[in-house]
């Protein structure tokens, strides 16, 4: 059983404000993912990490920080957000192999008013 | 550039056949994944074909050809539990996962 767990599930928030939106997963997995999608759109990348202390971007440039002190936490924060930023924001995790399925969180519903 | 070309929506009847295609381009290529996602739900994996053939897993099929960079997701004996978007992803060289916008399937009784 996949366990990513995503909080807020549903945010409304005014522009400027700092936010982060919190993820965890209990499947021991290496690599965790940030990914933001818009109705009827692709999925774009915006944060990986390959394990602890390691963080990369992704093709997506949204104005966000990652961090990964442990395993399990992979936190996205928005330091002022604007209303470009109104999207769903999607976590997923996968094993340490380089191919395998991603297992992904409810996603957290950002509007920014 | 890396793309992903997939038809934006289909429609089918309830117990029929559906086959949704799929064209890539990636720069190098680690496999072709496709993944089911309802509507305001996380997606979930489908399938995973690295070589050329036919994997199949139940009423779902997922085809792979890799001289063509082309891809088929088949679904029989259509459910209306089957509406939802699916979505094809290749994977380049770094292992990094390329998606589709996805294809929203529509089931009529």
């Known amino acids: 059983e996949a366990d990513i767990y995503q909080t807020p599930r549903y945010l409304v928030i005014g522009t400027g404000k700092k936010i982060t939106l919190e993820c965890s997963q209990t499947?021991?997995?290496?690599?965790m993912y940030w990914y933001q999608q818009d109705p009827g759109m692709e999925l774009h990348l915006i944060h990986y990490s390959y394990g602890v202390n390691s963080t990369e971007k992704g093709d997506l440039s949204s104005e966000s920080t990652v961090s990964r002190i442990r395993t399990e936490h992979f936190p996205l924060t928005l330091e002022s957000a604007r209303p470009s930023h109104t999207s769903q924001y999607l976590c997923?995790?996968?094993?340490?192999?380089?191919?395998?399925?991603?297992?992904f969180g409810p996603g957290t519903r950002l509007t920014v008013t | 550039g890396q793309n992903i070309d997939q038809p934006t929506e289909m429609t089918a009847t309830e117990g029929a056949i559906v086959q949704i295609n799929c064209t890539y381009q990636t720069s190098g290529f680690n496999g072709l994944f496709w993944y089911q996602q309802h509507a305001g739900e996380a997606p979930t994996f489908l399938s995973y074909?690295?070589l050329d053939g036919l994997e199949e897993k139940g009423r779902f099929s997922s085809f792979l050809s890799r001289s063509k960079g082309y891809s088929y997701l088949l679904l029989k004996e259509l459910q209306m539990k089957d509406s939802a978007s699916y979505l094809c992803a290749g994977m380049d060289s770094n292992y990094q996962l390329i998606w589709g916008a996805g294809t929203k399937l529509i089931i009529k009784p």
């Open positions: 997923a995790s996968s094993e340490g192999a380089e191919v395998g399925e991603q297992y």
């Open positions: 499947m021991g997995h290496d690599k």
């Open positions: 074909n690295v």
